[in-house]
């Protein structure tokens, strides 16, 4: 399968007012800080949202975003599967905001502070794999697996470009501090 098209920063800034923008983080991310006119649609809502997507496409360029572009160009990839072509922002939100743009809070969301996907992954990572090790140590040495098998799944995530441990952290609590309001992204996306 070939790669996504992409947009760079500067690229994407000047189309901003052509482009539909779709922001696959979850919605705790969202609300710390989205693009401009942004609507969310967690990543895995996508394939819910591909026939308003498949609309929005119809009308024009849709462009995905995440923090860093992962997780958008996967969700880039699941709508290439069913016909929807999709552009990636390279280097997501971070590389937006390194470049001194504004990213949207809403007044009205919740505010408590929301850690990226990326940064709870290599928390919760790190902690297990310290936590195999100690267990290791001081209960039975077949608890150092525990760590073997964070350090496979860490590799297997980089090889295959996706990230088992930041889906299952997504379905946390912490990560959905209010719900996507997904039937009005959906009606937007749908209406134009």
Same mark, same amino acid.
């Given at each position: 399968? %070939?790669?996504? =098209? %992409? ?15 779709? #922001? $696959? ?15 969310? $649609?967690?990543? #895995? ?12 496409? #119809?009308?024009?360029? &849709? @462009?995905?975003?995440?923090?860093? *572009? ?7 990839? =699941? ?5 929807? !072509?999709?552009?990636?922002? %390279?280097? +997501? ?6 470049? +001194? ?7 009205? /969301?919740? !505010? ?8 709870? &992954?290599?928390? %919760?990572? +790190?902690?297990?794999?310290?936590? *195999?090790?100690?267990? *290791? =140590? ?6 150092q697996l525990l760590s073997a098998g964070i350090a496979g799944g860490l &590799?297997?995530?980089?090889? !295959?470009?996706? /990230?088992?441990?930041?889906? @299952? ?14 039937? !009005? ?8």
């Amino acid at each position: 399968m %070939t790669a996504p =098209l %992409t947009l760079d920063v500067h690229q994407a800034r000047a189309r901003l007012a052509d482009l539909t923008i779709i #922001d $696959v983080r979850t919605p705790g991310e969202y609300a710390s800080g989205h693009l401009p006119g942004a609507l969310n $649609v967690p990543l #895995d809502q996508i394939r819910r949202a591909a026939p308003e997507l498949r609309h929005a496409a #119809d009308r024009g360029d &849709v @462009l995905l975003v995440c923090a860093s *572009g992962n997780r958008s160009e996967n969700a880039c990839r =699941l709508l290439a599967e069913q016909g929807i !072509t999709a552009t990636n922002l %390279t280097g +997501g939100t971070t590389a937006w905001a390194a470049e +001194g743009h504004a990213l949207h809070r809403p007044a009205a /969301c919740d !505010t408590r502070a929301s850690w990226g996907m990326e940064r709870q &992954v290599r928390l %919760t990572a +790190g902690m297990l794999v310290l936590l *195999g090790l100690l267990l *290791g =140590l001081l209960v039975h040495p077949a608890f150092q697996l525990l760590s073997a098998g964070i350090a496979g799944g860490l &590799v297997f995530s980089a090889l !295959t470009n996706t /990230c088992g441990m930041a889906v @299952l952290l997504a379905k946390l609590p912490h990560n959905r501090p209010r719900t996507t309001d997904l039937a !009005t992204t959906l009606a937007t996306l749908r209406h134009g």
